[in-house]
């Protein structure tokens, strides 16, 4: 909070889009409040908040994390003193939601009235199922951001820390399709579409030409692949893009990255979007309709080459490929293909007969070796986990498999390969014995975006 300001995140934005070429980061997290417009602010945190002032009350979209939400309403109080009227949460995931009861310890502590909290009616929904999914959700948060998953190790069982903290505000009013809503000059229309969630929402204010879009336009590969968390809609996703295009938006208020202003910059980073969703959707959609597995259409489906070095498609956060599979589980199940995978063995019995097959646990290991020094780290993981599966005590099998990965983590753009990545080294350091929660802890914590 103390130094230099940062650069005004439009001007950055403006600098990115008209040269085509990246700056980093684009998903700043600087807490500093930048005025947008006269009446219109954004904080960007952990997710953004944008404020607008009506002149009779505050519109607040998204409350920003648990962790930031205080320091959210600290910068936006340096701004201004008027109550918070109303607040949208654009969905429910805990980076958007989680700062709510800042807000609301705000409200009580200057004497105003609570604030209004606005969402799409699947948001209680996802509420419960945090709730009814605390340890995993945790355990799979620290996983991505590449923290080991022991839950009696990290103490997150039972009475244990919330994945969705007990003072998250409930969503006063909920609506399906759309609503509107009036705070003194201003009238903003909600509209729900499904896209990184079922629950999702983008505010349209038609007179400004205005969209607060979420997590739709996050300045990274679209969040609509996530390994480990449930089904998300890149086709609607895609339909989303266009629909904002259609309207006529002239200004994207994203709740990270940055903004986007002007129509025709607007419709370069919106039209990038959708055009590689609709390519990866729509390729996977043809493979599957012709019969191919899932095996053939991982290794087949591909951004387009000239989307591939987009600033605001980069994959650092998801992935193309985790895409494509969420569309083959969206329409095909939970079944690879493979027959063998329908109803299978243990996988340490598999790997055991694999190992007599190459006489010891060395040969395996020996060859991850060797396909990691020829570059084939995607072959090389299958050996040591084989290697481990069939002698989880054999040290050289562990110590191999910590290599192997935090070579592939090298090798990795995306922070959900990365994660997953560094938590299975570690996993393997774990059982060397050897300390590998630390340094992951502090990473893990902040680890609540969606
Ligand atoms: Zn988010």
Redesign the pocket.
């Known amino acids: 909070m103390s130094g230099q300001r940062s650069m005004h995140p439009v001007d950055v934005a403006n600098r990115v889009i008209d040269s085509g070429m990246a700056e980093s980061p684009h998903n700043r997290v600087t807490h500093e409040l930048s005025v947008i417009e006269d009446d219109v602010a954004v904080i960007e945190s952990?997710?953004h908040c944008w404020v607008v002032d009506t002149g009779e009350g505050l519109v607040c979209w998204?409350a920003s994390g648990v962790q930031s939400g205080p320091t959210v309403v600290a910068a936006l109080r340096q701004w201004t003193d008027r109550p918070v009227h109303s607040l949208v949460y654009?969905?429910g995931?805990v980076?958007?939601v989680g700062g709510s009861g800042a807000f609301v310890a705000d409200a009580q502590g200057r004497g105003d009235p609570r604030p209004r909290f606005l969402a799409h009616e699947a948001v209680p929904a996802r509420f419960e199922r945090y709730r009814a999914t605390n340890g995993w959700n945790l355990a799979i948060n620290r996983r991505q951001f590449g923290g080991i998953r022991n839950p009696a190790k990290l103490g997150i069982g039972g009475d244990g820390p919330r994945f969705l903290t007990d003072d998250v505000a409930e969503p006063d009013e909920t609506f399906r399709d759309h609503m509107s809503f009036t705070v003194g000059d201003r009238t903003f229309e909600l509209r729900h579409a499904r896209g990184?969630t079922d629950d999702h929402a983008w505010g349209w204010d038609a007179e400004r030409r205005t969209a607060w879009t979420?997590?739709f336009t996050?300045w990274v590969f679209p969040?609509a692949g996530n390994p480990q968390k449930v089904q998300r809609y890149p086709i609607e996703w895609a339909a989303a893009m266009r629909d904002m295009l259609a309207v006529g938006v002239e200004r994207v208020y994203p709740?990270?990255g940055l903004p986007i202003v002007g129509r025709q910059r607007v419709e370069i980073v919106l039209g990038d979007i959708a055009e590689a969703l609709e390519h990866l959707t729509g390729r996977t959609l043809d493979l599957m309709n012709e019969g191919a597995s899932i095996d053939e259409i991982i290794h087949t489906v591909r951004v387009p080459d000239h989307l591939a070095d987009r600033p605001w498609l980069a994959p650092q956060y998801d992935e193309p490929e985790f895409v494509v599979r969420n569309v083959y589980r969206q329409f095909g199940g939970w079944w690879d293909g493979n027959a063998a995978n329908l109803k299978p063995a243990p996988e340490a019995a598999v790997a055991a007969e694999v190992v007599g097959l190459a006489g010891s646990v060395e040969a395996l290991v020996d060859r991850a070796q060797a396909l990691v020094e020829a570059g084939d780290v995607r072959l090389a993981c299958h050996l040591v986990e084989m290697a481990v599966a069939a002698e989880p005590e054999h040290e050289g099998a562990q110590r191999a498999r910590a290599d192997v990965y935090w070579h592939r983590r090298a090798a990795e753009r995306s922070l959900m390969s990365k994660g997953v990545y560094a938590a299975a080294a570690r996993e393997s350091e774990d059982a060397l014995g050897e300390d590998a929660a630390g340094d992951s802890i502090a990473a893990s914590i902040r680890g609540s975006?969606?």
């Open positions: 952990f997710s998204d654009t969905h995931h980076d958007h990184e979420g997590d996050s969040n709740a990270h975006l969606g």
